[in-house]
């Protein structure tokens, strides 16, 4: 039975852009549920953590509409 991971906050060092992903599935896709480099000034890596309460409640209504 496939388990999600847990929901994470990927966050550039650079330009401070962040973004949640609360994945559905094990299979992740980068860009979608994974983020290996800013999307905005494409550095390379990405500090990432686990997400909170907040972050994941903002995710999953961003999502939504």
Same mark, same amino acid.
């Given at each position: 039975?496939?388990?999600?991971? %847990?929901? /994470?906050?990927?966050? *550039? $060092?650079? =330009?401070?852009?962040?973004?949640?992903?609360?994945? &559905?599935?094990?299979?992740? @896709?980068?860009? %979608?549920? /994974?983020?290996?480099? *800013? $999307?905005? =000034?494409?550095?390379?890596?990405?500090?990432?953590? &686990?997400?909170?309460?907040? @972050?994941?409640?903002?995710?999953?209504?961003?999502?939504?509409?």
């Amino acid at each position: 039975m496939p388990i999600p991971p %847990r929901p /994470l906050t990927f966050i *550039c $060092p650079r =330009c401070a852009w962040q973004k949640t992903t609360v994945p &559905l599935s094990d299979a992740l @896709e980068v860009g %979608r549920d /994974l983020y290996v480099q *800013c $999307p905005k =000034c494409k550095h390379e890596p990405l500090e990432g953590r &686990l997400a909170t309460q907040a @972050e994941i409640l903002k995710a999953k209504l961003v999502s939504f509409f």
